[in-house]
């Protein structure tokens, strides 16, 4: 195995392991120890600094991964890339922290009257962004040098469970929620500067500030694509984030903790889909660049197919195990289980859609991918303020499922008129009325007094079923040979 394909597995891995601590986190630990104001701020300062770093990024990321092998020397300076990147980073920062700062008034005037606890704390944004953007930045180093396994360790597993020890410290009363948002903060710094670390330990690059050394003859070229990336990326991060911004100024900052929660547990709905997109992305940029159209579709197919199935089961199982899942849960979050229907139905589309996004973004039409990230953008906030306005908390939930029906439907619609590319058949619709028929069955089963007996019987019984019939219909001939193939060993052992 190749030293990409080892990081690739364990990227995986410690993603798996980040899940499980986020599911701690914001699941369990926030909702029992903070109360709904403080545990909103928290996602709403998150979601904020997301958005701020990406804006100040100006397009880095992108440009790192894709132009530093121009730029690379035997003498590690890299012709003076390093310190200009640095020189655009800081440079980006300070711009939109002095937008930030002028639009204070205006910003205070949307969240006084619903968030007021926001704005005891808005200017911790300011070095909570700044970490959040070296961390984003840096991180395109070590890419670029494929040196991924730490810098994925940091922000799934580190950081995460910084995280849950700063939980228990409020817990146990060593330190206040303020002191709590300094200690969120400096966490970020932490990770941010382990990162360096590695950099500076991998003596593969040197920090030396000589812009004179700088070679401008790609400048213009990598600054158009800079402004590209900026214009793909942060609108696409803006529509992300919108949901719980909005829902900050136009409902109030207790909903926006709620609301996290129920957007992270259907956030697993599409944890299938990170694995697969790290093998198949390259291979559909290999198949840009041989022009075989035919793989592309074949690949197109059995990913949106696969994805579909798994995405569709998983949504199924948090479906049916409400009621178990709302024994965890506070009253008030209880109350609002409504909201994961729709999250759950937004990610479950959008895996569906498939690597329409990345076949687009590999393909020679690549600069469409951001006018659809665009348009996303502007019909999230559109739709999330007239169903917020109308629903509340709810309505933000169904603005981002008819937000990302309509993303994927433009991305499904440009492929097949450009290059006849659709993965959808009659095995789709397979899925939907398998899916509905174990969702009926799975609500149905009687309820067993021991939660945990219930979960495992509900879950087992419906697994068994849904992928019974999928192999039984021969829905996916990924999923059959499988099945197939441990079948016979099975049989070859007992024989």
Known sequence: ?????????????LSYIGLVLGYI????LFPLYFSLEQFGLIQLIQSISVVYAQFSAFGLVNIIIRYFPFFKTEDRKHQGFVSWVTLIMFAGFFLITLIYIVFKPLIIDAYIEKSRIFIEYYYVLIPLSLFTLIFNVFESFVRSIHKTVFAAFLKDVMFRLLTTAGIFLVFFKIITFPQFVIYYVLSNAFIAILLISQIIYSKQFRFIIDYNSIKFKKVGEILKYGMFTLLAGSSYFFAQNIDKIMLGSMVGIEIVGIYSVFLYIGTVVIFPARSMYRITVPIVADCWKNNDIEQIRNIYRRTSLLLMIFGSIIYIGIFINKDNISYFLK?????????????????????????????????????????????????????????????????????????????????????????????????????????????????????????????????????????????LLKVSDDITEKYHKYKNKLLLRGS
Not at 25 to 28: D, E, K, L, V, Y
Not at 333 to 352: E, K, Q, V
Not at 370 to 395: P, Q, R, S, T
């Open 331 to 471: 009253p008030e979050y209880r109350a609002n289980f409504i909201f994961y229907y729709f999250l759950g139905l937004s990610f479950l589309i959008d895996m569906t859609g498939g690597m329409n996004s990345d076949i687009i973004n590999t393909s020679p039409k690549y600069k469409f991918d951001a006018l659809f990230n665009l348009i996303y953008m502007v019909l999230c906030v559109i739709l999330a303020y007239i169903f917020i306005k109308i629903f509340g908390g709810l309505g933000a939930a169904i603005a981002i499922a008819l937000s990302m029906f309509v993303f994927n439907f433009i991305k499904w619609a440009f492929l097949f008129r450009s290059y006849g590319l659709q993965p959808f058949n009659r095995k789709n619709l397979s899925v939907i009325l398998i899916s509905l028929i174990t969702l009926i069955i799975g609500l149905y089963i009687p309820l067993i007094n021991n939660i945990y007996a219930d979960i495992l019987v509900r879950s087992s019984v419906v697994a068994v079923i849904y992928f019974g019939l999928v192999i």
């Open 1 to 13: 195995m190749g030293i990409i394909q080892k990081q690739a597995v364990k990227n995986t891995i």
């Open 25 to 28: 986190n914001i699941i369990i």
